[in-house]
């Protein structure tokens, strides 16, 4: 198993900035797949950014240009810097992770979750 602990979560103005980060522990026998994802009280679930084994990003268009996915090489840790934060951003932010296969990942691994509250 694969264990996230999500930090950095908190209250912001609107145009604040934010830096989540998520640890990652357990088992490490292959690359994994990781991304960041967020629920609003009342929305569903969405994808925020993710980065494959590759090293590979990609981005909601509502945060395109404002977040940037990053890790760092053994894959112990997973950043999230959020600028430009508005209104909308506000959420439960989750860290996630998966045994990448075919291209796909499977985000089997979750994180407890970290609030990210813009005003």
């Known amino acids: 198993d694969v264990q996230l602990v999500e930090s950095g979560g908190g209250s912001v103005q609107a145009a604040g900035s934010l830096r989540l980060s998520c640890a990652a522990s357990?088992?490490?026998?292959?690359?994994?797949?990781m991304g960041w994802f967020r629920q609003a009280p009342g929305k569903e679930r969405e994808g925020v950014a993710a980065?494959?084994?590759?090293?590979?990003?990609s981005y909601s268009g509502s945060v395109k240009g404002r977040f940037t996915i990053s890790q760092d090489s053994g894959q112990n840790s997973l950043d999230l810097q959020m600028t430009n934060l508005n209104a909308e951003d506000t959420a439960m932010y989750y860290c996630?992770?998966?045994?990448?296969?075919?291209?796909?990942?499977?985000?089997?691994?979750w994180g407890q979750g970290t609030q990210v509250t813009v005003s």
């Open positions: 996630a992770a998966g045994d990448e296969v075919g291209g796909n990942c499977p985000y089997n691994y």
């Open positions: 357990g088992d490490r026998s292959s690359r994994k797949c």
């Open positions: 980065i494959d084994s590759s090293g590979d990003t």
